[in-house]
């Protein structure tokens, strides 16, 4: 019992030192190729992370009594950081594209003002028994607002044909399934607790490293962005755009209407 | 739960709808690589004129091929027109997508983009999207004559509730009438 208590410790610990290692590794090849520079609020996150990683893991061996307090304080902060993660896939992809750029906000606060006001249809008195609820439910909660930005952001993308250079698409896919895998890994303990809980310290760390993974592969090297060359002329009339396209779906809808006529 | 669930079925329906408009008669996906090579900024102007319409979706032939009295003449002719009718309206559909797709391209480098406009011709462009996978639709399930049979049916029974209405309403004047002699 004694033995297999520790191996499940040293196990642990692994898991937890290969994240640290991956981490440095990362941040070493994103300042030798200067990535940093270009995504600095994503290498700040992951510098975060790494120092939260040695602190946490310093704790839970010489304090274990305070593990849990640190614990929930640092994933608040490192949650609050990975928000600015997202904004910097809005800002660094839709840097050449102004058009795009406002869509997207707009979208977006469309989607954020939705939220919101879900949030007030719950009672007030509600709306606090929330924000006391147990922190897993809150940080999961927040962590689908984080998903519901990044599906925006995702389709928005895919409408306007961003094009991401690999760099940018690594953070943008990683961050995602580390959101995607958070939700889940909270909505399962919230509904079976007690099976899930001896589960729980692994789950977390193994899927953390698939994430890493992900990145050391895109961030391994330094990718620029693909440039594309606005036609000027559209740039300048985006009137006549629109009236163009309004004029080619009249003309489309006629053909149509040819066929109901016939 | 019921309204969640009729949203989703609604939901799940509508892309199915899309889905169908957007497939080739042997159900692969039209190619979109044909899309993405043509001239970002060349209109597609190889338009269908109208009497092909008119003659894809016209019920003329299908009299005419009735006249022949073959049912297997009648078979291979539904078939054949069912497949040219569905090849127009995807390629109607196909035209639209190309049309947005420009746009799209276009409009995001635009400094000057208005949110409403955008809004307003994504809405129309789901609509005209939605007219062509319902058409899609119509045709694959009554045929490639389901509009006009639809409306000659429509007027028919418009005809008749008409007739039936006036019919009723004369027999109202003579038992009206009678009323008024009997006293």
Redesign the interface.
């Known amino acids: 019992m004694f033995y297999a208590g520790k191996s499940i410790v040293m196990l642990s610990v692994m898991i937890w030192s290969v994240g640290v290692v991956l981490e440095i590794l990362l941040l070493i090849r994103g300042f030798q190729e200067k990535l940093y520079r270009q995504f600095p609020i994503f290498y700040l996150y992951l510098l975060f992370v790494m120092v939260n990683d040695v602190v946490s893991m310093g704790v839970y061996r010489r304090a274990a009594n305070y593990y849990f307090q640190v614990y929930w304080v640092t994933q608040f902060l490192s949650l609050a950081i990975g928000s600015g993660i997202i904004f910097e896939i809005y800002r660094v992809a839709l840097r050449s594209f102004p058009g795009a750029a406002r869509m997207t906000r707009c979208v977006l606060l469309i989607v954020f003002g939705a939220i919101f006001a879900n949030a007030l249809t719950i009672p007030w008195d509600g709306v606090f028994r929330w924000l006391a609820a147990a922190t897993i439910t809150l940080e999961r909660n927040l962590r689908i607002v984080q998903a519901l930005a990044i599906l925006t952001l995702a389709l928005l993308f895919s409408w306007y044909a961003i094009p991401f250079g690999k760099n940018l698409k690594g953070i943008l896919f990683g961050y995602s399934l580390f959101v995607g895998l958070s939700i889940v890994q909270f909505t399962i303990w919230r509904y079976s607790q007690e099976q899930v809980k001896p589960f729980w310290s692994y789950a977390q760390p193994v899927c953390y490293l698939l994430v890493m993974g992900v990145w050391i592969r895109a961030l391994w090297f330094a990718v620029p962005l693909p440039k594309t060359i606005p036609d000027p002329q559209i740039e300048n009339d985006y009137e006549l755009l629109i009236a163009t396209t309004r004029d080619q779906f009249r003309r489309t809808l006629a053909r149509l209407g040819w066929a109901a006529r016939a | 739960m019921m309204p969640g669930l009729a949203f989703v079925a609604a939901a799940a329906f509508l892309v199915f709808l899309l889905s169908l408009s957007a497939r080739d008669d042997n159900g692969e996906d039209l190619p979109a690589a044909s899309m993405r090579n043509q001239n970002?900024?060349g209109?597609t102007d190889a338009?269908?004129p109208?009497e092909l319409?008119?003659?894809?979706?016209?019920?003329k032939d299908r009299e005419f091929i009735r006249l022949t009295r073959s049912p297997r003449l009648q078979r291979l002719y539904r078939e054949e027109r069912r497949r040219v009718?569905l090849h127009?309206?995807r390629l109607?559909s196909r035209?639209?997508s190309t049309?947005?797709?420009?746009?799209?391209?276009?409009?995001?480098?635009?400094?000057?983009?208005?949110?409403a406009?955008?809004a307003k011709?994504f809405g129309?462009?789901m609509e005209?999207r939605f007219?062509?996978a319902g058409?899609v639709f119509l045709i694959q399930l009554f045929g490639p004559h389901a509009?006009?049979d639809l409306?000659s049916y429509a007027g028919e029974l418009r005809g008749r509730l008409g007739k039936s209405m006036l019919d009723a309403t004369a027999s109202n004047h003579v038992a009206a009438s009678g009323d008024v002699v009997a006293r």
């Open positions: 970002r900024l209109v338009l269908r109208a319409v008119l003659r894809i979706f016209s019920p009718a127009w309206v109607m035209e639209m049309i947005m797709r420009r746009h799209r391209l276009n409009s995001r480098h635009s400094q000057n983009v208005n949110v406009a955008e011709l129309q462009y005209l007219l062509c058409l509009l006009v409306a």
